[in-house]
């Protein structure tokens, strides 16, 4: 077993400011409430009802020091990057030659949605899991996303543009010559674009989409069902899955590719309104069975919120996707695949595409598409159980996934 290398930066843990959470508690006295008839069961949209629960509970008793203290337990560190600040949660490695691993999160995320799987990444042995899989874990928060406070200075923020920060803060600040890299949402763009610019300082890459990098490329990059016909001729499975899809993802896409400022200023000023913003994102696309709690207990979603409104990110997290679009993505070599860097995925049942039904079915419908052809994928998995946000809610099958992507790619 290696202990822990000397890290090159002071720790400064998170506090946010009395004055902030006094003010926080002001609003959400203050809310009023929409008109909201007829819509009990949620199919307008959040019910009020659920709402003026959760915006009570944060007024008079959610913690956010306990919550404090908690993400505290960890180290955090605060940086410029190429003139950006940045904020980064790490773990240091336990185990034989720990590598460097950093994980990106996505929208509507926080860095803490990482939070179940940091442990058995750095400490596989604690875990039950083998010492010579353990990795020096690196946790930051997108630019704009969090902390260390809003983003300023930096108004065409991408993700591509970030995974140039994800370099320099692990090459020229860390100092590591190679790393490993794991993402979703965001993230996974993130990281394939590390993959892609990158791969020669990679060691791999773990991603829990297949998403093509130039999916926010062209003139309807709002449009999650890329002009899939609708027809009366199809399978009835197919036609129901394409639109539950599209109920699930359109608005959200239109909206904040063109539209986001304008919805801003709104969540900016209400954090009731941040919060139904946030909260319509975690139902509809975690796999809770109809019960988002089963996901996420009150006080998990109310520490996701409250990172957003603390900082002030809800404008700033929104204009990736805008941005994605405003200065598309373009390949930094022509050879194939795009992501030369070894590349390994996790699908999960809750994000399945139509006609597709088991894991088994998942992993064919990716290794005989079109997307796998982008990237250099060397192992690729599928679980039934697990939604959108999946080292949150399936952290076991993400830790074996990447585990097994990376175990025999070690120095």
Not at 46 to 58: E, H, N, S, T
Not at 74 to 91: D, I, N, S
Not at 369 to 375: D, I, M, R, V, Y
Not at 380 to 389: E, L
């Amino acid at each position: 077993m290696t202990s822990p290398r000397a890290f090159p930066l002071e720790p400064a843990p998170i506090r946010v400011s009395d004055e902030v959470l006094e003010d926080l508690r002001v609003r959400l006295a203050l809310t009023r409430e929409p008109v909201d008839e007829g819509n009990e069961d949620g199919s307008y949209g959040v019910p009020v009802g659920y709402l003026r629960a959760l915006v009570d509970y944060w007024r008079d008793g959610y913690d956010w020091r306990r919550a404090e203290t908690q993400i505290n337990a960890y180290e955090h560190y605060q940086v410029t990057v190429a003139g950006v600040p940045v904020h980064f949660l790490r773990r240091a490695g336990r185990g034989v030659r720990p590598i460097p691993l950093i994980l990106t999160h996505g929208w509507p995320w926080t860095f803490w949605h990482w939070s179940k799987v940091i442990g058995p990444l750095a400490d596989p042995a604690a875990f039950g899991g083998d010492p010579t899989d353990a990795f020096d874990v690196i946790v930051p928060s997108l630019p704009g996303f969090g902390f260390p406070g809003p983003l300023t200075g930096f108004p065409d923020v991408n993700f591509w543009k970030v995974a140039d920060l994800w370099h320099l803060l692990m090459t020229e600040t860390l100092g590591h010559q190679r790393y490993a890299a794991g993402g979703c949402d965001i993230g996974a763009l993130v990281t394939s674009q590390l993959g892609h610019r990158y791969a020669d300082e990679l060691y791999g890459i773990h991603i829990g989409s297949g998403l093509p990098l130039d999916f926010f490329n062209g003139p309807r990059s709002w449009d999650f069902a890329r002009g899939r016909p609708l027809s009366d001729d199809q399978p009835a499975d197919v036609r129901a899955r394409i639109l539950a899809l599209d109920h699930r993802w359109a608005s959200h896409l239109a909206v904040h590719t063109l539209d986001g400022a304008t919805v801003a200023h709104g969540l900016a000023d209400s954090p009731a309104g941040l919060l139904a913003w946030l909260l319509r994102r975690w139902t509809a696309w975690s796999d809770n069975g109809g019960d988002l709690e089963r996901v996420f207990s009150r006080d998990d979603l109310l520490t996701h919120a409250t990172i957003y409104w603390v900082n002030n990110s809800i404008a700033t997290s929104m204009r990736y996707y805008a941005n994605a679009n405003r200065y598309p993505w373009a390949p930094s070599h022509e050879r194939t695949p795009v992501v030369e860097a070894p590349v390994g995925l996790t699908f999960v049942g809750y994000e399945n595409p139509p006609g597709v039904h088991t894991a088994e079915q998942r992993i064919r419908a990716f290794t005989s598409g079109p997307q796998a052809a982008w990237f250099n994928h060397v192992n690729v998995n599928a679980h039934d159980h697990g939604g959108h946000f999946i080292p949150w809610e399936n952290p076991d099958a993400w830790v074996s996934d990447l585990r097994r992507t990376f175990h025999d790619r070690r120095p």
